[in-house]
């Protein structure tokens, strides 16, 4: 089995806007204000969406633009949780689950097992699965300025009722990793996070074409291998390439009736790799006196392309919409070569998926 990773970085610019807010205000002049996700690193703000709205607008994408049929959700007083059927919702193999649930054991005329009580008895069906996507909030590059918008509702008869929001102008960047290896296959064992199937679920996996392997890592006592359930190949690629592709047209983000923002990249950089270290994450970087210009550093990418060189599998795109950033565009260009394809958003992730097709077996 290849333990190969999807490492992706991306930037998004975004103008006049309030992606993702963090409740309401507690020193305003008015009842009805809203502030922002902030937070401060080295006595700088800066703007940030959190991973779970990210994850969210993702979702919400793969449903609306590749058809996902999403996995339904229970609620249960004070916890919720999905079906937890990763070989029927393709968004439970990719995003994960932990569903903490009893089922009554059936005999075999489907009537329910009785304890010396007379109650019916119950089996522990509990499964987690830890996500194969893994991605990090966005975060503004450069220390970002909020400014407090002032509204009024003034169509009712009397007084007008006065709110705020604040809003902001921003490049953002957010890295993600997708454990190519681990989508579309499912640990059997007993432990937390790997026991992403029950009993009933593994059976009807083996008996639908799914294939039983062993796990190249974990053994028992006797030094057997455990076993994994995997989804036929060409399931797994759909599912992994999907959820790649869902970036060309994600939207999401509060405050779209008025505030309506593009969240697609608008530069991109997608590679394998055959280890979970992810080797982006400082190639953009804040600059000028109060640390407010965002720039991408092309010595940055030409280290880590150099340094992971090892490390890299096949070959590395990256992408830039035109009329973002264009004056690093001469110094982008002395980055392409036979293993770097410089192109646009969607070649790039387009030639990307291209790629996957052959490194997901």
């Not at 590749?66 to 004070?78: A, M």
């Not at 454990?179 to 059976?203: I, R, S």
Request: net charge neutral; hydrophobic share 35%.
């Amino acid at each position: 089995m290849d333990l190969l990773k999807t490492q992706g970085f991306l930037l998004i610019d975004v103008d006049v806007v309030a992606l993702n807010n963090a409740g309401a205000v507690t020193n305003a002049n008015t009842d009805n204000g809203v502030v922002t996700k902030k937070i401060t690193k080295n006595g700088k703000k800066y703007t940030y969406v959190s991973g779970q709205s990210w994850r969210y607008w993702w979702r919400d994408t793969l449903k609306k633009d590749f058809g996902w049929d999403l996995s339904p959700i229970t609620r249960e007083g004070k916890i919720a949780f999905t079906d937890a059927n990763p070989l029927k919702f393709a968004d439970d193999d990719v995003f994960g689950y932990m569903k903490a649930a009893k089922d009554v054991i059936l005999k075999e005329d489907g009537t329910p097992e009785l304890d010396s009580k007379g109650k019916e008895k119950k089996e522990d069906v509990t499964v987690t699965r830890v996500s194969p996507l893994k991605n990090s909030v966005l975060v503004s590059v450069a220390s970002t300025q909020t400014e407090e918008h002032w509204s009024s509702m003034t169509r009712q008869e009397g007084n007008s009722v006065p709110y705020t929001k604040e809003e902001y102008s921003a490049i953002m960047k957010g890295m993600f990793s997708i454990d190519l290896a681990q989508v579309g296959t499912f640990a059997t064992y007993n432990k937390t996070g790997f026991k992403n199937l029950t009993l009933k679920l593994q059976e009807e996996a083996i008996s639908n074409g799914c294939t039983l392997l062993d796990d190249p890592f974990v053994k028992d006592a006797k030094g057997i291998a455990k076993k994994l359930v995997q989804l036929p190949s060409e399931l797994r690629r759909k599912r992994a390439i999907e959820t790649i592709k869902a970036l060309k047209t994600i939207s999401g983000g509060a405050m779209q009736t008025n505030n309506m923002a593009d969240v697609t990249p608008k530069f991109i950089i997608l590679a394998t790799t055959n280890s979970g270290n992810h080797p982006f994450s400082h190639i953009a970087k804040g600059e000028g006196l109060y640390n407010n210009i965002a720039v991408i550093s092309i010595e940055a990418i030409k280290e880590v392309l150099e340094d992971y060189n090892d490390q890299i599998k096949g070959q590395v795109f990256i992408g830039k919409r035109t009329g973002f950033m264009d004056e690093i565009d001469a110094d982008l260009q002395t980055l392409a070569s036979e293993k770097v394809i410089i192109t646009s958003i969607n070649q790039a992730i387009d030639g990307y998926c291209s790629q996957l097709e052959n490194q997901i077996v």
